[in-house]
């Protein structure tokens, strides 16, 4: 009659130590999970401060002349659009938005009156714009740098990193102005600050 009693008293430590195991591995489990919510998410922190608000990455920007008194500096404003088409739609208003006189008397164009659009696609290696033969009539050194930097900036407001081919009435723009501006192709914002820079 011992034995079975020592029998049970091993299956009953045995249940003890389970439930004991259980319990505590359970409430870790459990304490590890709490901390887990409350603890910030680190990494989609980062990434939301880094991207850009869909508001300034979707709407297309017209860049114009400021005299700040000391220099010059190209300044955006957003272009108005009734309803979102496609990018292209949007940079082309953009340009034909930058190509007529600024509504804000605080700021300025450089480009000659009567620039037109003759199209703008985008392909895989970047974008290509066509101007019509105004664009390169007229102004100084000042003039023709503005003025590439506002075709050039309004055409990548949508992606500032794309390269863009400049051409006039067909051909590939080489060379802008009377003094020469050389006009390496394609044109990007990195390389304009570079070699253009206000």
């Not at 309803?83 to 190509?99: C, D, F």
């Amino acid at each position: 009659m011992e034995q079975p009693k020592q029998n049970r008293g091993i299956h009953i430590g045995l249940v003890v130590g389970l439930s004991a195991l259980i319990l505590g591995s359970g409430g870790g489990t459990a304490w590890w999970m709490l901390r887990s919510m409350q603890a910030p998410n680190t990494s989609s922190s980062i990434l939301e401060e880094v991207q850009p608000t869909p508001s300034e990455q979707n709407t297309p920007q017209a860049y114009w002349i400021k005299d700040t008194g000391n220099a010059l500096e190209l300044v955006s404003t957003p272009v108005q659009i009734k309803s979102l088409g496609s990018s292209q739609e949007q940079l082309t208003l953009a340009l034909k938005t930058v190509l007529e006189s600024p509504v804000d008397p605080e700021v300025s164009s450089t480009i000659p009156l009567g620039t037109t659009l003759l199209s703008l696609e985008e392909k895989s290696d970047g974008i290509h714009l066509n101007l019509s033969q105004e664009f390169t009539t007229g102004g100084g050194s000042a003039s023709m740098t503005g003025r590439l930097g506002q075709i050039l900036y309004t055409a990548t407001s949508l992606d500032p990193d794309a390269p863009v081919w400049l051409s006039v009435e067909g051909e590939p723009l080489e060379y802008l102005g009377g003094e020469g501006l050389e006009i390496p192709q394609p044109m990007t914002r990195d390389l304009y600050d570079q070699e253009f820079a206000l």
